[in-house]
């Protein structure tokens, strides 16, 4: 057969799935891996029962069709609900959201409505994957601006001054942070909010992680945008505990009606693709109208590992790492890589010690370099265990 790959293929990856080929060569071989890559939380706290009931009955009462494109209208309005209850966001209604199949669709239909060739999309560095690879699918490039280590990997808000350009078409904000875990206050997003309006840049703020901090309050971007337009992407795969179940969302919160054309450009690539998985948003709407005491009791076992990561990875010779404040990873720095780079340190790690991780300059290679990924959500027993034998490779091997 001859045929060529598209091009744009070659700018897609993510280094979160992609490393797992090589901890899939050592379980050939009879090793036993123990996962610290992928921040699935539904495997290691179980979906609250009243969520599973929804699902079997929206399956035993009907809803097995396809659902309106744009998303079931009673969760439309739920999800309206939810974001003023929860974030403070006033004044969305129904129409103002697109259900999608996962923030992650989101992030493809937006950037398919706004990115061409050779424009440039703002993404904070280090960053969630999906942003970058998204960007490149559709010819334009990522920028990335720098967030700054030493000052808890907030944005450097001069860097995102510096980086916008007439090519900017996009500035995205990830808020509690994936990988650093860091909580963005309102100082900052008000600071971002403001570079959005001064240069006219559409602003996106991912706010999956809204239900999961530790230390400080969360502050949800549309909450405080006053008269500045906000594309809010958020989801039920982690505080649901429902990964799998691929429910997210994207409201536009536009006051002066300014995102009209970007609503009605993504609303016809919601058309094309049918529509997200209709009985599983049916039980999204009990997700938001019914008890909530999961949440409270999933973040208090998350901040002991969190605490416990945090402690133990700065005890370790030859690692630092910043407090994480929210989500559920740390994102550690390796002091004096004597390895080629982060991805040959984590090959490494890997094959002697049978624990992945996820490689820093997977989510930027200049602003991640040097760092890894490593998630906190096993619980404390595997943790302790896991960071004992991290310590060993680095005594042994520094
Ligand atoms: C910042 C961020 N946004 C979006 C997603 C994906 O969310 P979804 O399951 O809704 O596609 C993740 C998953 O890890 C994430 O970390």
Known sequence: MRFEIAGRIKGVSYAIRDLVVHAE?????????????????????????????????????????????????????????????????????????????????????????????????????????????????????????????????????????????????????????????????????????????????????????????????????ASIAKDVPVIGFNGFSKAYLVTGWRVGYMYFYDPEEQLTELRESIEKEARVRICANTPAQKACVAAINGPQNHIPELVSQLKERRNFTYKRLNEISGLSCVKPEGAFYAFPKVETMKWKDDMDFVLRVLSETQLLFVNGSGFDPVYGKDHFRMVFLPDLKVLEEALDKLESFLKKNC
């Open 25 to 221: 060569k050592l379980e050939a071989e009879g090793k036993k891996i123990t996962y610290f890559n992928i921040g699935d939380p539904s495997l290691y706290f179980d979906t609250p029962d009243h969520l599973k009931e929804a699902l079997v009955d929206a399956v035993n009462s009907g809803f097995n069709g396809y659902a309106p494109s744009e998303g079931l209208p009673e969760l439309r309005e739920a999800i309206c609900y939810k974001e003023e209850k929860v974030n403070g966001v006033r004044g969305l209604e129904a129409e103002d959201v697109i259900v999608t199949a996962g923030i992650s669709e989101g992030i493809q239909m937006f950037l398919g409505a706004i990115a061409n060739p050779g424009d440039e999309i703002l993404i904070p560095g280090p960053s969630y994957p999906p942003y970058v690879s998204f960007s490149k699918f559709f010819g334009a490039n990522p920028i990335m601006f720098r967030c700054i280590e030493e000052e808890g990997w907030q944005p450097d808000l001069d860097d995102v001054r510096k980086k916008i350009t007439d090519k900017t078409k996009a500035l995205i904000l990830v808020n509690p942070n994936n990988p650093c875990g860091s909580v963005y206050g309102p100082k900052v997003v008000r600071e971002l909010i403001s570079i959005s309006g001064e240069y006219g840049i559409p602003l996106v703020s991912d706010e999956i992680y809204d239900r999961i901090v530790y230390d400080k309050e969360f502050t949800s971007t």
